[in-house]
């Protein structure tokens, strides 16, 4: 009895590494970027863009405007095509190309963000450089990179989403006359509607949180975008182009810009946990 | 004006192949790229060269050690974590706040961007603790990484076994740990390979992480507290100097395709286990 | 007593039949069973870990003679530092020689604390920092750089100020084909963009609209793609897929960097707690001696004897 006892404990001590390491995280970063917020305060840290750390300026408005924007961009391009990619799966291929193409498609998430990130400088820059204009490396660019890597995590939750709907649902539909198509739109999708939602948010998290390939086709310029085609510089690869050089109050703010990240993509993965769990 | 169902379902599905189409273009575009570049450069002396001249020259050696040496710590690290939360999970205690907080924890672990994973590393093991940039700060931040994962599909691997299993044992008068160890761990042993497998994927692709854990430094590693660059880190440094696309291309190359091998092991594993006990 | 089976979920079946539920591996395991399989493993993990951890590293305070020598610091010090240690440890197998990045300040930082035995500099210590002892091991020149395609040779430190302040921002004001300048320079933090604010910027801000990239090397790379774009990176990584502009009609050479013609001209510094001793004095002898010199200036740099 005492031993099983004992091993109950020990698991129970694995069981909160988890929990354990996410607190330490949240800690570390809050303790080492907070007091920057504080000393500077949150009004001139959040919503100003003059970012200039080692004269005294820690305005981080334009990174945040540019991280949203360019997942945006991400979901405008990421979206139709995971959603379709999912769908055509799910719906309307027969089984034996969906056995080929699904694990084809997730081998997309398995590809390392810097291969992407490369790939964009030297086929994708170029391309908008020479045919639209501006530096190449721009909002667009990053956003087209982002919407391709977020590709995987739309289309692997939203095809689970869509076979959980059961058929069922589906033969009543086609029995009533619809076509296969009235019955995806009408009875496949709305049933599916919280775990598409969630491959939606999960893929924003992904699109938001990621740097490297973000770092490298974005241009990392500091102002609020204008056009598309601006150079934008994102609260990930704001932290990323500066950590290894930054001491002191720099460095503080590399952490509450962490802090602010952190909140961001912490909201994003409630918000999916909560949608899951109504369903 | 409404159009005729069967032709609205025509042009849809046509719209939906072609978009599908396009984004297998995308995929089969990129590994192409790679490998038509990348493969002619992959030669037995590329793989086990020392690099030379910032890597210009030379092979890529001491970052296929450092790769190895710090994913295996990471591995070694977080797979006893990862299995053991998933067998507390599963088999010693209903579900209750003290599960929910474990799995929310998990997700939520799973949803931390590596580049605040990175800052922490940075923070906590190469300056609180001393280890500077290193494949022991590397190899626990990763493993913090990859617990999730672990942990996710153990306990979809350990849910999958039988409820028979368990009955037979302990109506054999096994205590619980001894039918968690003799049955219930070594029948989801493929699907817990899976995750490790997955872990190991993953690991082999992370850079920001790394960057500024392990540092950079292309020595082949030694001890633990020597600093390692990972292929990775290697390619990108490689391509974002510019230092020689021809190697960079090599080196994406052997990353992509271990990574892609490792994944489809994976992948026909879990199949297969799926297979077994469904 | 609590019960030995709290999560069974379907507690009925009767032992001869269940044995036969089994697959024949695992009801093998059953009659086998020994007592802490794991255990031995566990152990073996512990001990591993163990050996590794005390193997010693380039933080920790042990003076093992496997203890690497650490060079921590600028970016634009790390590929000479680099190919310098490349070499020296050739020669002497014994010695191990970690260079990292990270940057100036992080160097000197890193030095000062005695995280690394050497820091690497791009530019002069300030302040506080003046207490270290520099040993300064090459000259380098900043030098602007534009595409091959620019028709430009020559500009002055006055119009590189308008340029990267964005006063100027069409190369039209240069008397070329207008076209919007695309500006990239560096990160804050990084020794080359301090020293070029020092020398060039005047307390003049470098405009937000430029690109900007983490080293010297992606600038160089995306001067090198862009027709319309102008960067500022080391002498020493100059190449010819990039043009470099004399500036105020001093082109950036070997001797006009020596003598200090070439007005953006800075040191590349060795920074240490305390005079090198040991192997990091071996190390910096090899590196002011000839040899390491004449790495230096094939690489790119002036040395400085």
Known sequence: ?????????????????????????????????????????????????????????????????????????????????????????????????????????????????????????????PLIRNYLGGPGLSLLAASIILGIMILPTVISISIDALTAVPDPYRDGSLALGATRWQTVSRVVLPAARSGIITAIILGMGRAIGETMAVIMVAGNALQIPTSILDPVRTLTSNIALELGYAAGRHREALFATGIVLFIIIMVLNLSATLITRRR | MRLEPHLTQRLVKTLLWTLTGFTLLILIFIIADIAVKGLPQVTPAFLTQDSHDMGRAGGIFPTIVATAYITLLAIVLASPLGVGTAIYLTEYTREGWATRIIRFGSECLAGVPSIIL????????????????????????????????????????????????????????????????????????????????LSI?????????????????????????????????????????????????????????????????????????????? | ???????????????????????????????????????????????????????????????????????????????????????????????????????????????????????????????????????????????????????????????????FSGAVNNWSDLRLPPHAIHLI????????????????????????????????????????????????????????????????GVLPTRENIKTHAYKLTRRFLLVGRAEPAGPSKDFVDFVLGPDGQGILETEGLVGVK
């Open chain 2, 118 to 197: 990175g800052l922490f590393g940075f923070v906590l093991f190469v300056l609180k603790l001393g280890f500077g940039w290193s494949v022991l700060s590397g190899g626990l931040t990763l493993a913090i990484m990859v617990l999730p994962i672990i942990i996710r599909t153990s306990e979809e691997a350990i849910k999958a076994v039988p409820q028979d299993y368990r009955t037979a044992c302990y109506s054999l008068g096994m205590s619980q740990w001894q039918t968690v160890t003799h049955i219930v761990l070594p029948s989801a042993l493929p699907g817990i390979t899976t995750g490790i497998m």
């Open chain 3, 185 to 248: 320079t560096r990160e804050e933090g990084s020794g080359t963009r301090e020293a070029f604010e020092h020398l060039v910027m005047d307390k003049q801000e470098i405009t937000p609209a430029a690109l900007v990239q983490d080293s010297n090397g992606s600038v160089r790379e995306i001067v090198a793609g862009d027709p319309h774009s102008v960067g500022y990176i080391s002498a020493g990584l100059v190449d010819d897929r990039v043009k470099a502009l004399a500036i105020d």
């Open chain 1, 1 to 125: 009895m005492h031993r099983e006892k004992f091993i109950e404990r020990v698991l129970l001590l694995l069981a909160l590494s988890s929990v354990g390491s996410l607190a330490l995280i949240t800690i570390f970063i809050f303790l080492e970027g907070f007091p920057l917020i504080l000393s500077a305060g949150l009004k001139n840290f959040i919503l100003s863009s003059h970012w200039a750390p080692t004269k005294g300026h820690f305005g981080i408005l334009a990174m945040i405007i540019s991280s949203v924007l360019v997942t945006l961009g991400a979901m405008v391009i990421g979206v139709p095509l995971g959603l379709s990619c999912a769908i055509v799966l799910a719906e309307f291929s027969p089984p034996r190309l969906k056995m080929v193409l699904k694990p084809t498609l997730e081998l997309l998430a398995g590809i390392p963000s810097v291969v992407y990130g490369f790939l964009g400088v030297i086929w994708l820059v």
């Open chain 2, 201 to 278: 994927g993953r690991s082999l692709g992370e850079t920001a992480v790394l960057l500024f854990t392990a540092g950079a430094a292309l020595r082949t590693p030694v001890s633990v507290f020597d600093s390692g660059r990972t292929m990775a880190v290697h390619f990108y440094i490689l391509a974002r100097e510019g230092l020689s696309m021809p190697n960079a291309y090599g080196t994406a190359a052997v990353l992509v395709i271990s990574i892609l091998l490792i994944n489809l092991c994976a992948y026909t594993l879990m199949q297969r286990m799926m297979k077994r006990y469904s």
């Open chain 3, 1 to 163: 007593m609590p019960n030995p089976v709290p999560v069974l979920r379907e507690p009925q079946g009767s032992s001869p039949a269940t044995t036969r539920l089994l697959p024949r591996a695992a009801a093998a395991r059953v009659r086998g069973a020994t007592r802490r399989p794991g255990l031995a493993l566990i152990v073996a993990l512990m001990v591993l870990l163990g050996a590794l951890l005390g193997a010693g590293g380039c933080n920790s305070s042990s003076q093992t003679t496997s203890r690497p020598l650490c060079i921590a610091g600028s970016t634009s010090v790390q590929p000479f530092a680099e190919k310098l240690a490349e070499v020296y440890m050739h020669r002497r197998p014994a010695i191990r020689i970690d260079v990292q990045g990270g940057g100036s300040s992080a160097g000197i930082y890193a030095a000062t604390r005695g995280a690394a035995d050497l820091g690497a500099s791009s530019r002069e210590l300030l302040g506080d920092e003046k207490k270290l002892v520099e040993i300064p091991i090459a000259f380098d020149g900043i030098v602007v750089i534009v595409h091959p395609s620019n028709p430009l040779t020559t500009i002055t430190l006055a119009e590189i100020r308008q340029i």
